[in-house]
């Protein structure tokens, strides 16, 4: 594959064809690359450019280009023949971005050979290649589900002990000012079979977590249900999460969940904190920027979460990827002010996130895109936090989950708060 920073001139061609009732069936099983909700979405094959290893959306170590450069210069020569026009046809690019600059992971965007999407009842398919490969496509075909299979997953380098106490530090640079709010995680590791169906996770996901954006880039797999940004034809949108309560028992408990969530005075200040981040990244480039007042609760399987939806309006130029650089990270994932709760999660977490609670998603030559941060997810094929083992037979798996930490907080009740967040993955691994 090709570097981006190095870019080919592109050939891309878009078609309408029948419709297609699951998409994951032409994904590779080893290394599925797909972006669903309610199963719309598009799935890639193969990598024709892949790129750049940067500190997420900022330039590279080497002073290489953003995220949003690079994929700038991709698009700026590309012969693109498109007349189906619908969000997500044409030439795109898939991307999977670290959490923090300082991270080991690289962060990548993905040009695939062949993308197959549905949308609003349509169904399409992409061919992208280099002006100067004649060769013909490889043909597009369904390929069956593999066995069922199962991940072993025990504590990382944050065991439940370890995580109280990292809370608990938490608050004390609450107490001594040096952040308003911090977001802690804590890790999960193992293995999944060698020759593993990674489909099988993809597709747990999105039958369980419809609402959510089911993704999987470059070994990262998940169901987040937080949109970090949308853009489509110079509309913006955000959804904000931030405040969970778990779900009940049952619908007399469900219901005072939902209640007591609305009214917790330390939930609520979190969710501001996160909300007041996205409108303040948002204003530089959106106009007529809104956001309810008071935000909602949102239901999903396992939890309740405070949402606030985020709406405005371009006013300049800006692609997808220049907002997720603005937005990235959010206080809903590292905390306010950004940098100094960035140094204190560098301070209390003994391990390198990665690309968990970084931006993944999709944007197109057009800039438009569907940008979630990742979570509820697990990167397979990343090096455990601890320990080496015998790989030859299964492949390393990491997962994380996290809970924002305020004055106020308790630390068991946010260690309860991560078991909550880890289910999604950890049920969908077992």
């Not at 692609?319 to 994932?333: N, R």
Request: glycine share 10%.
């Amino acid at each position: 594959m090709t570097d981006l920073s190095r870019p080919s001139r592109l050939a891309v061609e878009t078609r309408e064809i029948d419709p297609v009732d699951d998409l994951l069936l032409f994904a590779d099983p080893r290394a599925p690359l797909a972006w669903l909700r309610r199963s719309d979405g598009i799935i890639g094959l193969g990598g024709m450019l892949t790129g750049f290893e940067t500190g997420g959306t900022t330039p590279g170590r080497d002073g290489g280009p953003s995220a949003a450069d690079a994929w700038r210069a991709i698009c700026a020569d590309a012969e693109v023949d498109d007349p189906v026009g619908l969000h997500g046809t044409g030439l795109v690019a898939f991307g999977a971005l670290a959490f923090d600059p300082r991270s080991r992971s690289s962060s990548r965007l993905i040009v695939p050979h062949t993308v197959v999407g549905r949308r609003e009842g349509r169904a399409w398919i992409t061919r992208i290649r280099s002006v100067a490969d004649d060769a013909p496509p490889p043909p597009l075909r369904a390929v069956p589900y593999g066995p069922y299979w199962s991940a072993t997953l025990g504590p990382g380098a944050l065991d439940p002990e370890g995580y109280q106490a990292a809370v608990r530090a938490g608050l004390d640079a609450i107490a001594a000012r040096e952040v308003g709010k911090v977001v802690l995680a804590r890790d999960l590791i193992g293995t999944v079979p060698a020759n593993a169906d990674l489909r099988r996770l993809v597709r747990a996901l999105a039958g369980g977590y419809p609402d959510t954006w089911t993704f999987a880039v470059d070994g990262l797999i998940g169901a987040s249900p937080e949109t970090l940004v949308t853009v489509s034809g110079g509309a913006v949108t955000a959804r904000v999460l931030a405040g969970t309560f778990p779900r009940g028992a049952d619908a007399d408990d469900d219901a005072a969940a939902s209640i007591a969530l609305s009214h917790s005075g330390k939930d609520l200040d979190e969710h501001r904190y996160a909300v007041q981040s996205v409108l303040d990244a948002l204003a530089p480039h959106v106009r007529s920027v809104r956001a309810d007042e008071e935000p909602f609760a949102l239901e999903l399987p396992n939890l309740w979460h405070l949402a606030t939806d985020v709406a405005g309006e371009l006013a300049d130029h800006a692609s997808a990827l220049d907002l997720v650089a603005s937005l990235h990270p959010t206080a809903a994932v590292a905390g306010t002010p950004t940098d100094a709760a960035i140094e204190l999660i560098r301070r209390l977490e003994p391990f390198d996130r990665g690309r968990y609670a970084g931006p993944v998603g999709w944007v197109d030559a057009h800039g438009d895109g569907e940008w979630a941060i990742a979570l509820r997810c697990a990167q397979i094929g990343a090096e455990p936090m601890r320990g080496h083992g015998d790989y030859s037979d299964t492949i390393p798996v990491v997962a994380h989950a996290g809970a924002g930490i305020v004055a106020g907080s308790d630390p068991e009740t946010e260690l309860l708060e991560t078991r909550v967040k880890f289910r999604p993955i950890v049920d969908a691994l077992a």
